[in-house]
């Protein structure tokens, strides 16, 4: 996702300030409760998903250029998006700890207020995982309240490279097969041996699964979130809750690069 530009003000100063250029009154102004009487705990439940959301963006910038750097051949600066990633995933793991400070009775308070709504239907933490590696045509196909941009997006993640793709990609230029699953382990194993040639190769693959990392890690903390707000009732839009989160945390993009991990019997790479 592309940040968009003030085409209007582009070259301008007009009286720029902290304010307007962070159009503050604009976005201070889309924190609207629902409840009435407004339940004490609404606001904070906004904010927080909202903040998730505009941390989602970013995360799709600096991933879709991760991408693009392996594609072109640029270990290094992908590392260096991969390393800003994880910092983001750190705080979006640590962030879940506001969300905690809330009580169960104080999010029932408001929880009708839901609705339909429910996080499983956030088109920017879809879009993350498919450009990170998931292949989850099924999901698409069920998520029937997608706008039709939304969709559109998500159709197109699915049908481009992902960061999986790019990293075998950066195999093959180091001269791997990588034809089938036991011609990559073979590379992945020779690249986690050591061998200085293809220390940036192991130093990225180390980045992936760092990020691959950080994202499960969010899935499981939101996952214990969900059971100590509503235990095992059912989550919102007839979704099945803290079990069906609890299934989702066990997945992982980079499975080869996990495998990888057994295949030598000495000490990793330092």
């Known amino acids: 996702m592309q940040p968009s530009v003030d085409q209007a003000s582009v070259g301008r100063d007009n009286g720029l300030t902290y304010a307007s250029y962070l159009r503050l009154s604009e976005m201070l ?3 609207r409760c629902r409840s009435l009487p407004v339940a004490h705990d609404e606001l904070l439940f906004i904010a927080v998903h909202q903040v998730y959301e505009l941390w989602f963006k970013v995360l799709l910038f600096e991933l879709a250029d991760v991408r693009d750097r392996m594609l072109g051949g640029d270990t290094y600066r992908a590392r260096l998006r991969l390393r800003r990633c994880h910092e983001i995933e750190r705080v ?5 700890d506001v969300v905690d400070t809330m009580t169960p009775h104080g999010f029932l308070e408001f929880r009708g207020s839901l609705g339909t709504s429910s996080g499983f239907q956030s088109a920017q933490f879809r879009e993350i995982e498919f450009l990170s590696g998931a292949d989850d045509h099924g999901w698409l196909a069920r998520a029937g309240w997608l706008t039709a941009e939304d969709r559109r997006r998500l159709s197109r993640r699915l049908a481009e490279p992902d960061l999986w793709d790019a990293f075998v990609v950066l195999l093959t230029r180091a001269g791997f097969p990588v034809a089938t699953a036991s011609q990559r382990s073979a590379a992945l194993c020779e690249i986690a041996a050591g061998d200085d040639r293809y220390s940036e190769l192991w130093e990225l693959s180390e980045a992936l699964i760092g990020h691959d990392q950080m994202w499960s890690s ?5 996952q214990l979130t969900v059971l100590r707000q509503l235990g095992v009732r059912p989550g919102t839009a007839g979704s099945a809750g803290a079990s069906y989160l609890a299934g989702r945390a066990q997945l992982k993009f980079y499975p080869e690069l996990w495998e990888a991990r057994t295949c030598f019997g000495g000490s990793a790479p330092v």
Not at 92 to 96: K, P
């Open 92 to 96: 979006l793991v640590n962030q879940v």
């Open 29 to 31: 102004d889309q924190q």
């Open 218 to 222: 969010w899935r499981q903390r939101h």
